[in-house]
């Protein structure tokens, strides 16, 4: 099995809105992503959590902060957004290092 | 800098024939190679990917060609079929070690015509 699931699938939000996206793997990886992508380009790495710490932070503005409560969950709350962060945010795991890195679904985002 | 390129936006092939897409590389710490598949507005799904002790891995109709002194890989899909009409990306690691994130390209539309 090699299912990430995301939630929601779907999220509209204006820019005063708090919200919070959800990622969750069975497979016992101990590296999750979240990645970025716009329409017509690749995915673009936002944040990586190496057993439960956060590891690499790709200089996100800090109206995204990302949250690991344990290795089977990561959350990124969101807050003061602007419209140009309307995208299709993916979440990722993998067993660490390089290894194979296996996606979720997606959450497409629309900030009003 | 781009450390993974697909210089091929676009490739049209017919139903049944060979599909073969291209990716370059510069960055010589780079050891693990993987393609993912990508339908609108769905996450990547892993397809294939070879470790730089390898030159070639097969899984069904989707072979993995990489040549290290060149720099380069390509996936070959036989025979193509209209459902693998996605973009392609290709995605590299390396070293094998930390947490290295996945490079990507640009990615490669294939559409398989009928």
Redesign the interface.
């Known amino acids: 099995d090699?299912e990430?699931t995301?939630t929601p699938k779907h999220l509209v939000m204006g820019m005063t809105n708090k919200k919070s996206l959800k990622c969750e793997q069975h497979m016992g990886h101990r590296?999750m992503?979240w990645y970025k992508q716009k329409a017509?380009?690749?995915?673009e790495?936002m944040f990586?959590y190496?057993y439960e710490k956060l590891?690499?932070n790709e200089s996100v503005p800090s109206r995204f902060s990302p949250e690991c409560p344990n290795s089977s969950l990561l959350n990124l709350h969101l807050h003061a957004l602007q419209p140009e962060d309307s995208a299709?945010y993916?979440c990722?795991s993998s067993r660490?290092?390089?290894?194979?890195?296996?996606?979720?679904?997606?959450t497409?985002l629309t900030v009003l | 800098d781009q450390q993974v390129k697909q210089n091929s936006p676009s490739l049209s092939v017919q139903e049944g024939r060979i599909s073969i897409l291209n990716c370059d590389y510069t960055n010589s710490m780079f050891d693990y190679f993987l393609w993912y598949k990508k339908y609108p507005a769905e996450g990547p799904t892993f397809l294939i990917s070879i470790s730089s002790i390898k030159d070639k891995n097969e899984d069904g109709r989707f072979t993995v060609f990489l040549n290290k002194s060149a720099k380069h890989l390509s996936l070959h899909i036989v025979p193509s079929q209209p459902g693998d009409s996605a973009v392609y990306f290709c995605a590299a690691s390396g070293p094998y070690s930390g947490n290295t994130p996945l490079v990507f390209g640009k990615g490669t539309r294939l559409s398989v015509i009928a």
């Open positions: 090699t990430v995301q590296a992503y017509k380009k690749p995915p790495l990586v190496s590891s690499i299709l993916l990722a660490g290092g390089g290894d194979t890195q296996y996606f979720g679904p997606g497409r």
